[in-house]
């Protein structure tokens, strides 16, 4: 009996300290990276500066950028304070749901009591344990007790409200986003009070104070903050074909889509997943909201995997189109180091990352199979490229990159393949050049294969001096790194000109111009120059099949033009430089082609119409007959960059049919045959009997 007892407890031993295990398991899980209390102004002054409660559909915007995981409250504050929705941590759709339901009972009356605000959140804050706190104070006017901002009793409470409550959001470390909805009919000393107020909450707890003085400016302002707070996963949108489109993998669990609209927009907007189309709220399946200047549309339960698409009755580039995801990958902002000046090398590392769900982190892992990842870099004179991120120890996705002159710079991250994702994006400042530094001048920054790099070096000091061999370049790949061979080089009036050939054995990889020279002291010094190289440029058709041409002897087919350089426009030129035709029927050179000898591609399938015209003598000949015509030959296809170099030279086959005379009038006489049938049919039914037949 003693030593089933100690059995028992030694079971009863294993259970309790599993059941710790699993409660902690609970407490991780309600664990929460971000925690944010909206503050909504309810009082009177509202019911003239926002009678359409446009702060509504800006706060459930918020919300719905919010992630699983993430905490939200809401606070209403006039006279009194009314707490909508105590804090609650986002576990699924329907939380997002109950919580926007709750910002309907919004009301206009009364006062505008900031001080009572600032100390509930204090009070809710209490329970949270998520290392960033946010409060989002939306108020269109100062702190106001008694029907004034300056009376004396606004003025105690405002006292207060600076040196006890703020210092003790300070203490909590909780950062303020306080937003202005411009209130027009305020006195000055009331605006310049309320100014000072959002500018002293944002200054103290390092958040940041803006001004919306339309529903746009309120949504941006919101939207500005969910980056700043969270930064969440975005998909960046292409427009392709006049239309955008996206693609949804399986680790998305909602997603929301912010459509700006232009002024002259007039157009209406369908969304198409890769089985169906939507152009309103659907339920359970997509939420939109419509107004004038935007609309917002959540495709709610996890959106069906595939390429959906955003099209428009009027020109689509009229839109500004941002799409966040909640999704567990994401993929960092671009860290740069190095000096941040012309001509000088900057490393710039950027990070994929999953989400501890337990911990609610995101954690560096490598690039998922068949995932890639770019930076995309936008420059002063607003030209941009992207430029492909290597593999690096320490999960790390890895380049360089020389800006050529000072001035601004834009940068962010983003993946192509399985997961499809984008960073925010940051702003770099870059100083000038120094002044008597050689200066190394490209064509551009990103090549195809089968260009040629024009390398020109200008020597800004007479004093700076040259050695015999000044050009070297290597290639540096995501497996090796090949050695250095120097250039052939020419100098004219203290310029030194070269070129490379990129060959079509050579594989995509990035490659360094490396000068050498001598300083003002003498002194050798090495100078560098980065050149991208992303791959080829072809066609991908198999067959140009033009089908049946039209009355006229016009016959349309498409043709493809696939390029590597992804996301980075460049022009091509085609030319059809020969055609083989086996045909006693017609001759090669009756056909006439047309097509745009100039396209521009951007790293994804281009596809450009190519019409066969024959002349009207030839096509009666062509078609003449009772069957139908085949005619079968090869066109040669080469591409040219802008400097007529010839980047792909492509032989494919390509086929016509004639409808013939049988096929143009079949439908017609298979009525004949079945007017004769149904004619010697109805002769035999009327027949008298004993008539023969």
Request: aromatic residues 8%.
């Amino acid at each position: 009996m003693k030593k089933l007892n100690i059995k028992v407890l030694f079971i009863l031993i294993v259970i309790l300290i599993s059941l710790c295990q699993f409660i902690n398991a609970i407490e991780d899980n309600n664990n929460s990276n971000i925690s944010v209390i909206l503050g909504i102004d309810s009082s009177g002054s509202m019911k003239t500066t926002d009678p359409e409660y446009l702060r509504k559909e800006s706060a459930k915007l918020f919300i719905d950028l919010l992630t699983t995981g993430d905490e939200i409250g809401i606070i209403e504050f006039s006279s009194k304070i009314n707490l909508l929705s105590p804090l609650k941590q986002i576990k699924s759709t329907k939380d997002i749901i109950d919580v926007k339901k709750t910002l309907d009972k919004l009301q206009s009356g009364g006062d505008t009591r900031i001080d009572l605000a600032s100390e509930e959140v204090l009070k809710e804050f209490k329970s949270s344990k998520a290392p960033n706190k946010v409060f989002v104070l939306l108020t269109d006017g100062a702190l106001d007790v008694d029907g004034s901002p300056v009376s004396q009793k606004s003025r105690k409470a405002l006292n207060k409200l600076l040196n006890v409550t703020l210092k003790q959001m300070k203490d909590e470390n909780i950062t303020v986003f306080p937003i202005s909805l411009s209130d027009k009919s305020a006195d000055l000393e009331s605006q310049k009070l309320q100014n000072e107020l959002m500018t002293k909450f944002a200054e103290e707890t390092k958040g940041q104070y803006t001004v919306a003085q339309n529903a746009t400016e309120l949504h941006k302002s919101f939207v500005n903050i969910i980056n700043q707070i969270t930064d969440p996963p975005e998909i960046k949108p292409l427009v392709k074909n006049g239309y955008y489109e996206f693609k949804v993998d399986s680790s998305v669990k909602r997603i929301n889509i912010l459509i700006y609209k232009l002024p002259q927009f007039k157009g209406n907007i369908t969304i198409e997943s890769p089985t169906s189309h939507f152009n309103k709220s659907v339920k359970d399946i997509i939420s939109w909201s419509k107004s004038t200047n935007n609309e917002i549309i959540t495709l709610l339960n996890k959106p069906e995997v595939g390429l959906w698409k955003i099209i428009s009755g009027d020109n689509i580039e009229k839109l500004q189109v941002i799409i966040f995801v909640d999704s567990d990958y994401k993929i960092s902002s671009p860290e740069v180091n190095g000096t941040k000046q012309a001509t000088k090398k900057l490393s710039v590392v950027s990070f994929f990352q999953k989400k501890d769900t337990a911990k609610a982190i995101y954690k560096k892992i490598p690039l998922p199979d068949k995932t890639k990842a770019f930076i995309f870099i936008t420059q002063p004179d607003n030209n941009a490229f992207s430029i492909p991120l290597n593999k690096l120890n320490d999960n790390a996705n890895y380049t360089e990159f020389i800006p050529k002159t000072g001035g601004i710079y834009k940068l962010f991250s983003y993946t192509t393949g399985n997961i499809e994702r984008r960073s925010k994006e940051i702003n770099l400042n870059i100083l000038p050049a120094p002044l008597n530094e050689p200066e190394i001048i490209l064509d551009h920054n990103v090549y195809a294969i089968g260009e040629s790099v024009r390398i020109t070096v200008i020597a800004k000091d007479r004093r700076i001096t040259f050695p015999e061999d000044c050009l070297a370049t290597n290639i540096k790949s995501e497996k090796n790194s090949k050695g250095s061979r120097f250039l052939k080089t020419k100098i004219k009036d203290n310029k030194i000109y070269s070129k490379i050939k990129l060959i079509d054995t050579l594989k995509p990889a990035q490659y360094k111009v490396v000068l050498g020279y001598y300083d003002i002291n003498g002194e050798i010094q090495h100078k560098e120059e980065i050149i991208y190289v992303l791959g080829k440029i072809y066609l991908s058709n198999n067959l140009i099949d033009f089908g049946v041409p039209d009355k006229d002897g016009n016959a349309k087919a498409s043709i493809n033009i696939i390029s590597d350089l992804d996301k980075t426009r460049m022009p091509v030129n085609i030319e059809i430089s020969n055609i083989k035709l086996n045909s006693d029927i017609i001759k090669a050179s009756d056909l006439r082609f047309k097509y745009t000898p100039e396209i521009f591609t951007d790293g994804a399938v281009t596809n450009e119409k190519l019409i066969l015209s024959l002349p009207q003598k030839v096509y009666n000949k062509f078609k003449s007959g009772l069957k139908p015509k085949t005619i079968e030959g090869v066109l040669t296809f080469n591409l040219y960059n802008s400097q007529n170099e010839l980047l792909s030279k492509n032989d494919l086959p390509f086929k016509v049919v004639s409808t013939g005379l049988f096929a143009a009038n079949y439908f017609i006489i298979i009525l004949i045959i079945l007017f004769l049938i149904g004619a010697v049919i109805i002769k035999n039914i009327l027949k008298t009997p004993g008539e023969k037949s």
